[in-house]
């Protein structure tokens, strides 16, 4: 049985930094894409970002609502992904779920399995 837990979350000061993780449990073939959604009170889940990985390339893919602040990694021998966040401003409050799929991409019916999020609150 397939899950993710995201660990991380938390309050911050808008500017500051939070890295989130996301590990894997059962087995999430490291070809899977791994993905980022977030998701703010009354407002649909939204991308922002996305890693495919295979033996010879990484392709990352963001939002342009976090490009150039957020950086997305993936870990294979620990099974863990990882969001990292700078300059955090206040609209980036939101819960952040970790998702993983054969297909991927910023469409997230394209994911099969989905952690439980993470609260993120940056306050200004």
């Known amino acids: 049985q397939v899950q993710l837990a995201e660990s991380g979350g938390g309050l911050v000061q808008a500017g500051g930094s939070l890295r989130l993780a996301c590990e894997f449990s059962g087995y999430i073939s490291n070809s899977y894409t791994v993905g980022w959604f977030r998701q703010s009170s009354g407002k649909d889940r939204e991308f922002a970002a996305y890693?495919?990985?295979?033996?010879?390339?990484?392709?990352?893919f963001y939002a342009s609502s976090v490009k150039g602040r957020f950086t997305i990694s993936r870990d294979n021998a620990k099974g863990t992904a990882y969001l990292e966040m700078s300059n955090l401003k206040p609209e980036d409050t939101a819960v952040y779920y970790c998702?993983?799929?054969?297909?991927?991409?910023?469409?997230?019916?394209?994911?099969?399995?989905w952690g439980q999020g993470t609260q993120v609150t940056v306050s200004s």
């Open positions: 890693l495919a990985w295979t033996p010879w390339s990484t392709e990352t």
């Open positions: 998702a993983a799929g054969a297909r991927g991409g910023q469409d997230p019916d394209k994911y099969a399995w």
